[in-house]
């Protein structure tokens, strides 16, 4: 078992939370070597955070919409929950906020996000219906570190799914999501082992030559 302390996570949501459920049972692994601290959101109703509650995490709610238009004026205030509590790894997981500059530089290199489709491929919103549309034969998710361009960030952990003859948007949403809930628990340990480390546009797996086949699935 590991010696190092187990690095402490915030996990942001604004909707079910099925992903940070995800992170919370592969963090009950006495070996994670993360440990969430808190779980928060920008929608006072997302239904992850009762969740989050009933599994016994810290949660807050600070309902962006309160804040008027000014992005971050909402974030000096969710930087400093985060704070509070000792955050040092962020997970964006299902949180639906684009973020400043500002915001994205006090957490450079220490926050991750899932996007639900195969990076560079499909950044943005509607992944699914573009992913049907363009008619691809492979769709999938992405774990990636958040930089301040959208959807752009250095690459930890690739899922790929097949897309099937017949396949409608729900199909296909459920298939993408069982993957997200492989590949996110296997990047947040690469993360927050200290194993996965930015060098440049490439994220590399610290002890292994080639890419680390655990954050391929
Ligand atoms: C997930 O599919 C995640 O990839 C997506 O929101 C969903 C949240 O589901 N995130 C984005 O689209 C971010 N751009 P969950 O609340 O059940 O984890």
């Known amino acids: 078992m590991s010696t190092q302390p187990k690095k402490r996570v ?28 808190v779980v ?11 969740h989050a509650a ?10 962006h919409r309160l804040y008027g238009k000014d992005r971050e004026f909402f974030e000096r205030d969710l930087h400093a929950r985060l704070v ?3 955050v040092e790894l962020l997970v964006l997981a299902g ?17 991750i996000n899932i996007h639900p489709a195969l990076l560079p491929s499909f950044p943005g919103l ?3 219906e573009r992913a049907l549309k363009a008619g691809v034969r492979i769709h999938g998710a992405t774990v ?13 952990a690739q899922g790929a799914v097949p897309v099937l003859d017949g396949d409608n948007l729900n199909d296909l949403a459920t298939r993408v999501l069982a ?7 296997m990047a947040l340990e690469a993360v927050a082992s200290g194993k996965a480390v930015v060098d440049g546009f490439r994220v590399k797996v610290k002890g292994f030559d080639q890419d680390d086949k655990s954050l391929i699935c």
């Open 10 to 37: 915030g996990v942001l949501i604004s909707g079910r939370g099925s992903n940070m459920l995800s992170l919370v049972e592969a963090a009950k692994a006495p070996d994670y070597p993360a440990k969430i601290v």
């Open 40 to 50: 928060g959101s920008n929608r006072p109703d997302a239904k992850g955070l009762e």
């Open 54 to 63: 009933a599994e016994g995490f810290a949660t807050f709610a600070l309902d």
């Open 84 to 86: 509070e509590n000792n």
């Open 95 to 111: 949180f639906l906020r684009l973020l400043t500059p500002w915001f994205v530089s006090q957490w450079q290199g220490r926050m």
């Open 126 to 128: 509607h992944t699914h």
């Open 144 to 156: 990636h570190f958040v930089t301040a361009e959208m959807d752009v960030g250095p690459i930890i």
């Open 179 to 185: 993957v997200e809930h492989q590949i996110y628990p």
